[in-house]
């Protein structure tokens, strides 16, 4: 998991981000060469901008073992779309603020030493390798951070860890190691696991004998002696790892000196020796260990590999590393990895650490300084001078430049130089600007001098940040084998910006929001790339363009439009198809506004208004109704004569205002007589609550709403499948026996109290004779044009470039008709009522809208005059307007709609094309 947490200067967390909106995370942890340097860990995190995360103070990464490393941010900075954070472990910095007054133990356990040191803090301490040894010393004045050093130098190796429940730090702890990390079964191999093996040999410091000195003794006359080893004895035949007689002050691996030593005359090799000072060491049997583990140490050349990995192991695991072109063959300790936790991708330095640390520098003395180590205040009288001169040379005390070292900054005593400082006045105190150059590389400083906020520019691995580049102009570049990790380029368009970012291709506004973007998709169960994805942005459009002929321009072929969504995905498409092989439609399928059904004639699950010539009566032609919008719906005809005996038997006369007791609660109303069992509302009251619940926009009291009722209520609990008939609704409607499918209705659907069951099959068997041999009237014949002929197409249904600034994409919701003549007269397409006759000048300008008998509705715009009244009857063909180019209108036309309400969604226009013109 690579989230990172990020908390506020009270240690509360405010923000988990997740790797999506992570562009970099890179942690760094060494093992340092010295013992008495705690562990460097670092992080940096590059992460989408986030106003919150400004005030963010510390941060937080999770191990597999579900404890968390922290770091505390001290550097952060602002880029526009993205925040960049460079953090420290928080441990050690925390621990520097507290002061270890005066602790003196001897012999005692690193456990109860280390509880000791950090009694009255947050911190506890946890795991403690039982192999560790006792251990004596003295704390006196120094923080916790500086006496936990000084603990580890005598043997172990400190981690330190936290817990993080709810929103906040619950337990903070330290584990105390003889090594951090066990053997690992894991094998570097060139080629393999490990994509590049370097290997490192350092022979400047070999020494085949040390001369080991402790603690300074007090010997009674004022004048200090180190303590030595020279009365221990070393016996291999007791176990211990080499001979040193009595008196011997040295300590020699003689197999080391024959391999390493210094060429003699006569063909021998002589030894390689330097004295090695433990000051804080005050006995001898402990001192000679002390000084065997540097001989080991310091006897053979340093080797060090460094490799980069898809996949590391962790700090302080003993590895193996094999390349074999060069003959390297390796057991070795993982002392440093730089991890990035987004891609697994690690780079692990093994083998022996070569940074040279100020501790182990000043430890080493040699003979011709043995003389000088004996001496007090007339040493101290020199080394003072010498100090003054060495600042007076370095710019300490005074000039623009400085050499420092770490006892300047207040990080050890050592004057070891480790960076070069340049200002832009004559002393760090009168500056406010530093370029500084040290082992993590070039950097600068704004404002007091504080390491802290060293922003590095330019790292000594030679990776540069573009951040710097404030100036000038980049020519002439070639870019050759480039591989882009962890990084966002941003292209700027007209109006628009191209990001690509962890592989994906976006499009931004001006808002920097996402209007679109191509990606790789994923498999959910392998969670491999199995394709290519294009992802329309929120409430915006995606298409797929042609261009304009006249204008250079383009106009949509496909389109998904803004409305689309997950829940409601909508696509729009505008030409000619051509399509080979099988198409399977999973859905509706309708065909110029008309819904095509399995055996059905291509409705809409409406009546079209239409009647055969044979169908005459009143109630013949509710009959009639009921029948052809059932067979809409996907009914048989013999299921649908079934379920018409039972109206009929319900009804009487197979109203769809059939009422049993007018007013009164618990009684039935409609076609099948809907009654409310509770006996708290009325038949029709209870059935617009069905309604309601089904979402059913048509009038209750009509044939249309009823039957969508009857099927939505039938598949929503009405129908109870009994006996041997079909279980489930579906099963009905294909259903070929009249008497089963009567009798199936009257037990599975209206479970009537009085059933009369010989009355319902013979009405069923009545209306399947009298109906099953009639056509439906063809669909359009009933809509004639609104103008005379010869008739010309201005513009087509459906979406188009609009033809008024600024020429966005519209939607047509009707036909746009000229004949020659601007004041042509406008008929009615359709006899029926006049719903709408006004002024609307922002959208339709002067407008008519008529209501229909087959429920549907007919729009006339832009006319210069009206002729029709609200309320009026109009009859087919009878003038209602003259042609005209009111509201917003390029020129004199009769803009035609056909729609399904009077004021619908853009999904209740038809084109009406097929209705008037084919």
């Known amino acids: 998991m690579s989230n990172v947490y990020f908390f506020n200067d009270a240690q509360r967390l405010m923000k988990v981000v997740s790797e999506q909106a992570l562009t970099e995370v890179i942690q760094e942890q060494e093992i340092t060469t010295a013992k008495s340097e705690l562990l460097n860990d670092t992080l940096s995190v590059v992460v989408d901008y986030h106003d919150e995360l400004k005030e963010a103070a510390y941060m937080a990464v999770r191990e597999l073992d579900l404890s968390f490393y922290m770091y505390r941010i001290y550097h952060s900075s602002d880029s526009g779309d993205q925040l960049t954070f460079t953090g420290v472990g928080f441990a050690p910095d925390e621990l520097a603020g507290y002061v270890v007054e005066n602790l003196q133990v001897k012999e005692r356990s690193v456990k109860s030493v280390a509880q000791l040191l950090v009694k009255g803090t947050d911190w506890t301490v946890g795991y403690v390798d039982d192999r560790l ?136 090799m002589g030894k390689r020796e330097k004295v090695v000072i433990f000051d804080n060491e005050d006995n001898p049997e402990k001192l000679l260990e002390r000084t065997y583990e540097e001989l080991v140490a310091c006897s053979r050349p340093l080797v060090q590999f460094k490799t980069t990995t898809l996949s590391g192991d962790a700090i302080g695991n003993w590895v193996t590393v094999h390349r074999a072109d060069r003959g390297y063959h390796y057991e070795t300790r993982v002392f440093k990895v730089k991890k990035d936790r987004l891609t697994g991708k690690s780079e692990a330095g093994l083998g022996d650490n070569m940074t040279k640390s100020a501790s182990r520098n000043t430890a080493t003395i040699h003979h011709e300084l043995k003389a000088l180590d004996e001496r007090k205040m007339t040493f101290q009288e020199s080394e003072d001078i010498a100090k003054w001169q060495s600042d007076v040379v370095r710019g300490a005390k005074g000039g623009s430049i400085i050499m420092m070292n770490p006892s300047d900054t207040g990080e050890s005593d050592s004057r070891v130089p480790n960076q070069m400082v340049w200002m832009n006045g004559p002393s760090l105190d009168a500056s406010d600007n530093f370029l500084v150059a040290n082992s993590q590389g070039i950097g600068f400083i704004e404002g007091p001098f504080d390491m802290t906020d060293f922003k590095p520019a330019w790292s000594i691995d030679g990776a540069f940040n573009a951040n710097y580049i404030k100036a000038g102009v980049l020519r002439a570049i070639d870019i050759i084998g480039v591989t882009i990790t962890g990084s966002t380029i941003t292209t700027d368009g007209d109006n628009h910006k191209v990001r690509l970012k962890n592989g994906m291709l976006s499009i931004l506004n001006d808002d920097n929001e996402v209007i679109g973007s191509l990606f790789a998709s994923y498999s959910s169960a392998t969670g491999k790339a199995n394709g290519v994805a294009l992802q329309q942005g929120k409430n915006e459009i995606l298409s797929l363009n042609t261009s304009n002929l006249n204008d250079g321009g383009s106009t949509y072929v496909i389109q998904i439009p803004k409305e689309s969504n997950s829940n ?267 719903v709408v006759a006004g002024n609307y000048p922002d959208w339709y300008g002067l407008y008519i809208v008529m209501k229909h008998p087959n429920g549907k509705y007919t729009g006339y715009a832009h006319n210069s005059s009206l002729n029709v009244k609200i309320g009026q009857q109009v009859a087919q063909g009878q003038q209602i307007a003259v042609m005209g180019t009111t509201g917003p209108s390029t020129g004199e036309h009769c803009h035609f709609q056909i729609m399904n309400d009077v004021w619908p969604s853009n999904e209740g226009f038809e084109n009406p094309r097929p209705y008037i013109l084919e």
């Open 568 to 834: 409601k995905p909508l696509i729009n498409s505008r030409g000619k198809w051509q399509h080979d092989g099988d198409l399977n439609i999973n859905g509706r399928l309708t065909l110029n506004g008309q819904e095509v059904t399995p055996g059905g004639s291509g409705g809409n699950n409406n009546w079209d208004g239409q009647y055969p010539p044979e169908v005459t009566t009143a109630i013949d032609k509710r009959a009639w109704e009921i029948w052809i919008t059932a067979i809409n719906q996907g009914h048989t005809k013999e299921s649908t004569a079934g379920m018409m005996g039972n109206i009929q038997r319900e009804t009487g006369d197979m109203s769809p205002t059939a009422n049993e007791r007018p007013g009164v609660p618990g009684y039935g109303y409609g076609l099948v007589q809907w009654t409310d069992s509770t006996k708290t509302y009325t038949g029709r009251d209870y059935m617009i609550g069905l309604m309601d619940q089904a979402q059913i926009k048509d009038k209750p009291d009509t044939i249309q709403g009823q039957m969508k009722l009857i099927d939505w209520h039938a598949k929503n609990g009405q129908w109870i499948p009994t006996g041997e008939f079909p279980q489930t609704w579906a099963m009905f409607k294909q259903m070929t026996n009249i008497d089963s499918a009567t009798m199936a209705f009257l037990k599975n659907f209206e479970r009537a109290g009085v059933e009369a069951s010989g009355e319902r099959v013979q009405n069923a068997y009545g209306w399947y004779n009298k109906f099953k041999e009639l056509k439906p009237p063809v669909m359009g014949t009933a809509f004639k044009p609104p103008i005379s002929g010869p008739i010309t197409v201005t513009s087509e249904f459906g979406w188009r470039v609009s033809p008024r600034p600024p020429h966005v994409d519209e939607l047509h919701n009707g036909i746009d008709l000229v004949n020659g003549n601007p004041n042509t007269p406008i008929y009615a397409a359709m006899a029926g009522e006049v």
């Open 133 to 268: 040894a006792a251990v004596s010393g003295e704390f006196s004045y120094l923080s916790i951070k500086e006496a936990l050093k000084q603990l580890q130098a005598l043997g172990c190796e400190i981690v330190f860890k936290c817990q993080l429940e709810g929103r906040g730090i619950s337990r903070k702890w330290m584990d105390i190691y003889q090594q951090i990390g066990e053997v690992s079964n894991t094998r570097f191999t060139y080629g393999e696991k490990a994509l590049s093996i370097i290997r490192e040999q350092d022979r400047s410091q070999i020494y085949t004998s040390l001369i080991g000195r402790g603690k300074s003794q007090d010997v009674g006359d004022g004048q200090g002696k180190k303590l030595d080893f020279k009365e221990v004895e070393w016996k291999k035949s007791r176990g211990n790892p080499l001979n040193k007689p009595k008196g011997q002050q040295w300590l020699e691996l003689p197999e080391m000196t024959a391999a390493y030593g210094i060429p003699m005359s006569d063909g021998s």
